[in-house]
């Protein structure tokens, strides 16, 4: 049992709690879980305090239908000036290319991802294959014949792809490497591929303007959550709380 300035936080509620809160072991799951409904019932408790509605019952994991109005109320947030987002634009310009383009074709040698023995087979098959291309053979021959993908039937092209167009363990591998025969197999969910890059197209810098309201939204929000965790933390050092004991600075909130 769990006191917050008087209110009671039962043992059932944490247990019930814990599903939203999956950690690495049970007593984590627990801490996490009762660190949670401890900041609502707080919350609760100052929204209450303050006259806002309240409709909720105490202890459930959806309680926040009052949070923004108290937020509102309760704490200052300010908002990113344009000089603070062309800073951030200067200094992460990384984060503002435009994807590369690929020009790719592949042979898909498909195994299904619990078949250990049909993806060994598919490898060991794909590695042949990348040494037939080397001697000389014909990508889109080897397509039709081979290839568990749809592209076969246009020698293998999957014609311009960007990033986000395809699985992400494949996209990681193509997106890293120069154009030409990849001269290894790259694996994916799907099995093994074959792949030849044609040509890349770097990406750009996007323009400031493009980019200017996705920066801001980010830096609000981030100023945000770190006001509204020094409020938590405020609520936090107020409050009498008796079966619990918090350690603000392993809390994410506190981050």
């Known amino acids: 049992m769990i006191q917050v300035n008087q209110a009671s936080i039962s043992e059932a509620a944490i247990m019930a709690e814990m599903q939203y809160h999956p ?14 409904l401890i900041i609502g019932e707080l919350l609760r408790q100052r929204a209450k305090a303050l ?6 019952e105490a202890n459930t994991a959806s309680d926040d239908n009052f ?22 634009y200067r ?15 592949h042979i898909l040698l498909a195994a299904a991802p619990e078949d250990d023995k049909a993806r060994v087979e598919a490898k060991t098959l794909a590695e042949q294959l990348i040494t037939k ?14 290839s568990a993908c749809p592209s076969k039937e246009t020698g293998g092209s999957l014609g311009q792809i960007s ?3 395809t699985v992400p363990e494949f996209e990681r591998q193509i997106f890293n490497t120069e154009p030409g025969l990849m001269p290894q197999p ?19 810098l996007l323009p400031f303007s493009a980019v200017e309201q996705k920066i801001a939204d980010y830096l609000n929000e981030k100023v945000r959550r770190k006001a509204v965790a020094q409020y938590i933390h405020t609520l936090i050092v107020d409050a009498e709380i008796e079966g619990y004991d918090f350690n603000l600075s392993a809390s994410p909130l506190m981050q």
């Open 91 to 105: 200094l992460n310009p990384q984060r503002f290319h435009s994807s590369p383009l690929l020009e790719v074709s």
């Open 67 to 88: 949070l923004d109005a108290l937020i509102n109320t309760e704490v200052a947030i300010p908002t990113a000036s344009q000089e603070e987002c062309e800073q951030y």
């Open 163 to 165: 990033r986000g167009q």
């Open 133 to 146: 291309l080397q001697q000389g053979e014909p990508l889109a021959q080897l397509a039709q014949h081979y």
């Open 186 to 204: 790259v694996e994916s969910r799907y099995g093994y591929h074959i792949v030849y890059i044609a040509r890349k197209v770097p990406g750009q």
């Open 51 to 56: 006259g806002l509605s309240v409709k909720s």
């Open 23 to 36: 950690a690495s072991d049970k007593r984590a799951a627990m801490l996490k879980a009762a660190e949670s």
